[in-house]
Nanobody, 124 residues
Framework: QVQLVESGGGSVQTGGSLSVSCQAS????????MGWFRQAPGKEREFVAAISWSGGNPDYSGAVKGRFAISRDAARNTVYLQMNNLKPEDTAVYYC?????????????????WGEGTLVTVSS
């Protein structure tokens, strides 16, 4: 069982930066990838970014590519998301997620473990 605990987030104005982090509790994570999804009010949860745990290969949604950066520290069992040039449409609850088996397509229904989420609010 993998427990994911997010931290960070908060409120910022348009153009600002925030970071969120997620630590997996328990033994060293040996799954395929960890990543981030987000859910805005009234909308479905959507993929934001993920990183393969062994190779550190990142993957981003088109909406955040070039503005967000995902990284991981395997020794700390932690994944990070640096969010720059934030826009009001980035406002959402950000969820950390982990997938055990390899995949080429990160989908909400394909993730095995979820954190409880942390709120990011971007004001105009």
């Amino acid at each position: 069982q993998v427990q994911l605990v997010e931290s960070g987030g908060g409120s910022v104005q348009t153009g600002g930066s925030l970071s969120v982090s997620c630590q997996a509790s328990g033994p060293p994570f040996t799954g395929f990838a960890m990543g981030w999804f987000r859910q805005a009010p009234g909308k479905e949860r959507e993929f934001v970014a993920a990183i393969s745990w062994s190779g550190g290969n990142p993957d981003y949604s088109g909406a955040v590519k070039g503005r967000f950066a995902i990284s991981r520290d395997a020794a700390r069992n932690t994944v990070y998301l640096q969010m720059n040039n934030l826009k009001p449409e980035d406002t959402a609850v950000y969820y950390c997620a982990a997938r055990i088996l390899p995949t080429s397509d990160y989908d909400v229904h394909g993730m095995d473990y979820w954190g409880e989420g942390t709120l990011v609010t971007v004001s105009s």
